[in-house]
C-alpha cells in the first residue's frame, strides 16, 4: 500500500469517527421543545348548597267551639219546638204534640248550631319554609393526556394547554400561563 492510500483510509476513518461522533451529539443535545397533546378533559365538580326559604300563607281554620255540645242550639230549639207543638191539638194530643215539637225542635236546633259552628273560621298566618338547593361548579383543572419521547402520561393542569405543553430540560412546564402557551 502506499502512503497515500493510507492517508485516504485514515482521513476517512476520522471524518466517519468525527461525523458519527457529531451525529451522536447533536441527537443527545436536541430534546423536544414541546409535548405534543393528546386529550385535555375540563374537571369539574358541581356542589349543591342548601338553604332555608320561607314564606307566609294565609291559612283558614275552624274557629275555637265555645259550646261544644251545642245545648245553646238544642234548648232554643227545643223550646221553639215545644211552642209550636203546644199550639197544635188539644188535650192529650197537645201534650203528646208539645213533648213531639220539644224533641224536634231540640234535634233542630242541635244541628243548626253544629252547621254554623263548623262554618265560623279564622284566617290566620302560618309561616312554611323549605328547603332549597342552590347549585354552583367548582373547575378543579383539566387532566391533559400527553406525548413525550413516545410514552404517554396524564398531568393536572390550572388551564387547557391546547395542542402542545412546553417541554424544558426534559421535562414539561406546568407553570405557563394560557396566554403564552403555544398552540
Known sequence: MDKSMVKGIV???????ALAAGGVGF????KPAFAEVIAAKEVKETIRTPREECEDVAVQKQAPVKDEHRIAGTVVGAVAGGLLGSAVGGGTGKKIATVAGAAA?????????????EGDVVTTTERRCKTVYDTSVKHHGYDVTYRLNGKEAVVRMSHDPGKQIPVKDGKIVLDTPPAQAKN
Do not use: E, H, L, S
Not at 482521513?11 to 469517527?17: D, L, Y
Open 27 to 30: 441527537q443527545a443535545m436536541t
Open 105 to 117: 225542635g231540640g234535634y233542630a236546633g242541635n244541628k243548626v248550631q253544629k252547621n254554623m259552628q
Open 11 to 17: 482521513i476517512g476513518g476520522i471524518a466517519v469517527t
